[in-house]
């Protein structure tokens, strides 16, 4: 990474470790907290953990990084040799995050463009890697801020869970309230929309569901160059086979990643999540 240009982002990306290492990411971690006990994402507490915690019906909650903290990743990159900070996070409407950055970034030493991706997980992390991959061509600050913000845009989620319940838990389930009422007799379908959790489709079983989130996501790669992820929280046996078949069926695939959510969002979504990132490289 060119010294004159920073990336900031946080842990809700999930980017593998070797992004973040190749590309010299600053990566800052939310907390999640177990009972009483505050972890830190990624470092303290594990997909696993968050798992068995919710299985055993234990109160998990998550919280926003302060502005300090943003702050310190500010100075840091100043320090480093940076002359602008493009700070990517998750969508402002499941966290704090964003104003926290924006906080932080009204006070920095050098400018910091924060971007509200209005995404999360790998959906967040393509354009973060959008952003690197700009910096590294040697764009501007601004030139950076918008490969991300496009890639964003041409990025989409969708996801199936074994129940809504944890997402009603935690407030981030939106428009989806309306399937609560149902939820026993379906298996729902959700997407990213407007940085919202929104319903897509409900279906009637789990296999079926499975089924439709593949369907869906080789309908929305068509033709065009894609990268996809498949995401999962303590559902490998799904994950694995719906990964080997997105690989055979999607012509234009050029990176596929498949990756375990971390805390935060497994605190949200519960186990079961099962999720695909489609994430084209151009309209």
Wanted: proline residues 5%; hydrophobic residues 45%; charged residues 25%.
């Amino acid at each position: 990474m060119p010294a004159d240009l920073a990336i900031v982002t946080d842990s809700t990306a999930y980017l593998p470790q070797d992004a973040v290492d190749r590309h010299g990411i600053t990566v800052v971690p939310l907390s999640v907290a177990v009972g009483d006990e505050a972890l830190v994402d990624g470092v303290e507490i594990s997909p696993k953990d968050v798992a068995e915690a919710m299985r055993a019906k234990r109160r998990v909650t998550t919280s926003r990084p302060s502005p300090e903290t943003f702050a310190a990743a500010y100075r840091a990159a100043a320090e480093a040799g940076a002359l602008g900070v493009v700070s990517l996070h998750l969508s402002a409407e499941l966290s704090g995050t964003c104003e926290a950055a924006r906080l932080a970034a009204a006070e920095a030493p050098i400018p910091v463009r924060v971007v509200d991706t209005r995404l999360i997980g790998m959906a967040l992390g393509y354009s973060v890697l959008a952003a690197a991959e700009a910096a590294e061509a040697g764009l501007s600050l601004d030139e950076a801020t918008a490969a991300a913000a496009n890639r964003a845009s041409l990025t989409s989620g969708f996801f199936y869970v074994d129940t809504l319940e944890y997402l009603r838990r935690g407030g981030r389930i939106g428009a989806a309230r309306a399937l609560l009422g149902s939820a026993l007799a379906v298996k729902p379908l959700l997407h990213l929309s407007g940085g919202r959790i929104e319903p897509l489709e409900k279906v009637r079983t789990a296999s079926r569901a499975i089924a439709r989130l593949e369907e869906i996501a080789v309908e929305r790669a068509g033709d065009r160059e894609v990268d996809i992820t498949v995401h999962h929280l303590a559902a490998e046996d799904r994950a694995e086979p719906l990964a080997e078949r997105l690989r055979e069926r999607v012509p234009g695939l050029r990176e596929l990643v498949l990756s375990e959510v971390g805390a935060v969002i497994g605190a949200h979504a519960g186990p079961g999540l099962l999720a695909v990132v489609l994430s084209p490289r151009s309209r």
